[in-house]
């Protein structure tokens, strides 16, 4: 009985937000953006989450030249789903919007190849991929144990050495992509105007202003002010309430 409850709650949740998608859908294909951003956001008030909706909250944000919320919500979808083509486009149209013009230091040497390699595919994909090699190994062992010719267990014996090295690779792009991820803290600049301090306290020369929709990246957070690094490297001190962290 109590599976049953389970079962119809749990498909009464789904319906309620497929639903309230579709709804913000409606309104989105009517042009009634404020509408479609309500739709959407009580779906996210329900703990339900998505990539779609996310990017179509970014629609329906841009569509209301917000430009902060366009771009956290883009930033979410392709935290769900990275290799998301038309959330990594519309996010170019809406930075376009963005005041602040920040450089982005190119990565050179070992590392830039090893991050270059390792982003190819998120940490799960990684995962999926050496679970896959390891029934390959499974199965060139089973050759090697069950064959009774000498070149063929030759074969076997390289092959499982083969594979064995290739799953160390896809492990640690998995581990390096995993670190990544769990390490890197963007964000977003909601506030119209933020003063960047070189201290975490109030009072004091700023160092530079920030505009709403400007992506940051968080390190460290004291009290009411979080340690924040730009794209060129530039770091200072950033009040809470004026950003929005995207994971």
């Known amino acids: 009985m109590k599976n049953i409850l389970y079962i119809l709650l749990l498909s009464t949740q789904v319906f309620f937000a497929q639903n ?12 009634k953006y404020t509408e479609a951003v ?7 008030k329900d703990n339900k989450q998505s990539s779609e909706l996310y990017f179509n909250l970014g629609n329906a944000y841009y569509k ?6 366009s771009i956290y919500n883009y930033e979410k979808a392709l935290v769900l789903n990275p290799n ?9 149209f809406a930075q376009k919007r963005t005041i602040d013009e920040i450089k982005v230091i190119p990565k050179v040497g070992f590392g830039k190849l090893l991050r270059d390699f390792t982003e190819i595919y998120h940490y799960n994909t990684w995962g999926w991929v050496s679970v896959g090699l ?3 190994f499974l199965l060139f062992f089973m ?6 010719k000498t070149l063929s267990k030759r074969i076997f014996f390289f092959g499982m050495f083969a594979v064995v090295f290739v799953i160390f690779i896809t492990l640690s792009a998995a581990i390096i992509e995993k670190s990544h991820f769990d390490t890197e803290k963007p964000a977003i600049i909601f506030a119209e105007m933020a003063n960047v301090k070189p201290e975490p306290r109030d009072g004091g020369k700023p160092l530079f202003a920030l505009h709403e929709g400007t992506k940051v990246y968080v390190f460290e957070t004291i ?10 490297g530039t770091e200072g001190w950033i009040e809470s309430s004026a950003i929005k962290e995207v994971k």
């Open 38 to 44: 309500a739709a959407y956001e009580s779906i996210l």
């Open 84 to 92: 998301d083509k038309e959330s990594v486009n519309n996010l170019k």
């Open 20 to 31: 309230g998608f579709e709804k913000g859908n409606a309104y989105y294909a009517k042009g």
């Open 134 to 136: 390891a029934t390959f």
């Open 64 to 69: 209301l030249n917000q430009v902060a919320p």
């Open 143 to 148: 050759g090697y144990y069950f064959s009774q």
């Open 223 to 232: 009290g009411k002010w979080k340690k924040i690094q730009l794209t060129d």
